[in-house]
């Protein structure tokens, strides 16, 4: 099995930063991808960014300019430091894996999430 355990969310003002760190474990081989992905209240679940174990980056045109995401292969880690937060920034933020484990299997993992709460 593999686990990811995210930590580093809260409430800031606008304009504020939080760093998100995401950590996976387990029967893991490799990890084709990993990123981040955040839900709103009423909203579906969006992508705000992700890596491939190549480094290759995507980021959501949201948050282009004020988030940064960065790997660790070493450590199995994914982080998301984000600045300039915005009260639209508000959402429960997920971390997601594509890993391919031990026994040669392909899967999609999900963390339990963390709320960042964006307010004055």
């Known amino acids: 099995q593999v686990q990811l355990v995210e930590s580093g969310g809260g409430l800031v003002q606008p304009g504020g930063s939080l760093r998100l760190s995401c950590a996976a474990s387990?029967?893991?081989?490799?990890?084709?991808?990993m990123g981040w992905y955040r839900q709103a209240p009423g909203k579906e679940r969006e992508l705000v960014a992700v890596?491939?174990?190549?480094?290759?980056?995507v980021y959501a045109d949201s948050v282009k300019g004020r988030f940064t995401i960065s790997r660790d292969n070493a450590k199995n880690m994914v982080l998301l430091q984000m600045s300039s937060l915005k009260p639209a920034d508000t959402a429960v933020y997920y971390c997601?894996?594509?890993?391919?484990?031990?026994?040669?299997?392909?899967?999609?993992?999900w963390g339990q999430g963390t709320q960042v709460t964006v307010s004055s």
């Open positions: 387990g029967t893991i081989f490799k990890i084709n991808a």
């Open positions: 890596t491939s174990q190549d480094y290759t980056i």
């Open positions: 997601n894996a594509v890993v391919l484990t031990f026994s040669r299997s392909l899967e999609n993992i």
